[in-house]
């Protein structure tokens, strides 16, 4: 089946502009995650969604960041104002649940996309 | 605040030399160890998952082990088509059970 999609794959932008990413999930996974990875840097949780309950954003750098989800399908990722250090590649990642009993370890598997590389000038 | 090390930071390898990359982790309560190997302009790609210390996960020519302070990911006999990053994450018990933390990654290069 189809895996978690990403869009664009790539993309340059001049400091100060707004961005947006968007993840396309796996068809059916109620969870979806965020993260950055910059060079170097191993990779940042930003923010997760289950469902219908509240989002997680503890992880976001910056009230310049935001990301929606509409009930368990896409979701977009915004950076306002973006600026130089903000460069990095996007990674979604979507799992079935979020937490499931050891003997569902298939469960607690992230599934990543491709990522979005990110530079900003 | 959880931690994770990986060592070494790059490692190269002729075809068919055996060795270990290692996984540190320093955290309030383990829930459980991830390995995952990223190609160059991918995404992370799922290996394993190990849960409690002595458990080990086999496949291919790769076995993931786990004790209470580290993991190893022993690759037998690699191949070039090994080449990779190899990333460890950890999940930790307690309300924030679904993040992963992620060290930096082990750069992994099998030479023909």
């Known amino acids: ?121 | 605040e959880d931690q994770v090390t990986q060592s070494p930071e790059a490692l190269r390898l002729q075809e068919g030399e055996s060795s270990s990359l290692n996984c540190s982790y320093t955290v309030s309560g383990l829930r459980g160890l991830f390995w995952y190997r990223q190609d160059p302009g991918k995404g992370p790609e799922f290996l394993f998952t190990l849960y409690s210390a002595g458990e080990e996960k086999e496949k291919e020519r790769l076995k993931a082990t786990l004790t209470k302070k580290e993991s190893f990911l022993h690759i037998t006999a690699p191949k070039p088509e090994d080449s990779a990053t190899y990333l460890c994450a950890v999940q930790i018990s307690g309300g924030s059970n679904y993040k992963l933390t992620f060290g930096k990654g082990t750069l992994l290069t099998v030479n023909p």
């Open chain 1, 1 to 121: 089946g189809a895996g978690v999609s990403q869009s664009p794959s790539n993309k340059v932008t001049e400091k100060g502009k707004d961005v947006e990413l968007r993840c396309d999930p796996i068809s059916g996974h109620t969870a979806l995650y965020w993260y950055r990875q910059r060079l170097g840097q191993g990779l940042e949780f930003l923010i997760y969604f289950q469902g219908n309950s509240a989002p997680d954003k503890s992880g976001l750098p910056s009230d310049r960041f935001s990301a929606e989800r509409t009930g368990e399908s896409v979701s977009t990722l915004t950076i306002q104002r973006t600026q130089q250090e903000d460069s990095a590649v996007y990674l979604c990642a979507s799992s079935p649940r979020a937490v499931l009993p050891r003997l569902s370890s298939s469960y607690n598997e992230q599934f990543f996309g491709p990522g979005t590389r990110l530079t900003v000038l």
